[in-house]
């Protein structure tokens, strides 16, 4: 008795030390930016939905060109890049790529699901940023098949490296101008690759594979080369700054779950709130 008693508290010490360790070789500054991110998407969400799903007539600016040209584009930049430096880590990208496409698969079911059932007056999700990084991930987990990435050899990972600046930079800028100049007739291929969509059709979070996979691309790239020990480039922030930190690092290492969440939580207590008065019911 008294040994299985040992050998448990052994085994417990042992997983903590595990933990511990797995949370120690977390890069600060991606998880915080990324953290940061998805902070701030849930900010806008929120706004949305106290626009036009409640009705208040607050937040008139996000319908600005400042706003949808100058202050989201930063934002999602900032998510989809270091998403591509998190994916220069991962030694499966192909599994997670296909995983994440089944989940945003799903989103896009789900959404279509409330608004068929709900009498709410509510988009669907046909492209939104799971689709886009689902998709980006798959074809950099293509790319590493074609280069066959290796540690040890810098000459192949350098070549990599200066293929993925390339490539990247192009599909920022490559996609869009061919469109305007040749055009796309494709339905499907426009709401993929460049969110256009037909008059009429209600859309929540709608986003295009371009230019995003483009940053994508361009953060493996980084990835590739400024996080190639997959250290920490910023000295430990000690204690009292990492407690400040620590609700943004959470919310970056648990980016889809928060992302997936937050959404019907945040409407769920909206929902709570109109039932007792505190705003208009939707």
Do not use: C
């Given at each position: ?8 508290v ?30 701030l ?10 626009r ?18 100058y ?6 930049s ?18 997670r790529g296909?995983r ?9 079911g ?9 009498q ?22 293509l ?13 192949r ?29 494709s ?14 059709v ?19 790239a ?17 204690p009292?700054?990492?407690k ?34 505190l705003?208009?019911?939707?």
């Amino acid at each position: 008795m008294g040994e299985l008693f040992f050998l448990g508290v052994y085994e417990y010490h042992k997983t903590m030390e595990n933990e511990l360790t797995r949370k120690n070789n977390r890069i600060l500054e991606i998880d915080f930016l990324r953290g940061m991110a998805v902070f701030l998407m849930m900010l806008h969400h929120l706004i949305f939905d106290l626009r036009y799903i409640v009705g208040l007539d607050v937040f008139a600016f996000q319908e600005t060109v400042w706003f949808q040209d100058y202050v989201r584009p930063p934002v999602i930049s900032v998510f989809i890049i270091v998403s591509g430096i998190s994916s220069s880590f991962s030694r499966n990208n192909l599994k997670r790529g296909i995983r994440l496409l089944i989940a945003s698969l799903i989103l896009t079911g789900g959404s279509l699901l409330v608004r068929y059932f709900s009498q709410l007056d509510l988009g669907v999700i046909i492209f939104n940023v799971f689709h886009v990084l689902a998709l980006s991930i798959v074809f950099y987990s293509l790319l590493e098949k074609l280069y066959q990435r290796r540690e040890e050899d810098a000459g192949r990972r350098f070549k990599f490296f200066l293929f993925l600046i390339i490539l990247g930079s192009l599909l920022i800028f490559l996609p869009e101008l061919l469109r305007q100049r040749f055009g796309l007739n494709s339905i499907l291929l426009n709401i993929i690759f460049f969110a256009r969509y037909p008059e009429g059709v209600s859309l929540l979070d709608n986003m295009s594979l371009f230019p995003w996979l483009g940053f994508f691309l361009l953060g493996a790239a980084f990835g590739l080369s400024l996080y190639r020990e997959r250290k920490s480039l910023l000295p430990d922030p000690g204690p009292k700054l990492g407690k400040v930190l620590a609700p943004f690092t959470f919310m970056g290492r648990n980016a889809l779950w928060v992302y997936l969440l937050h959404q019907p939580i945040m409407l769920a207590i909206l929902w709570l709130l109109s039932q007792v008065g505190l705003i208009p019911r939707f």
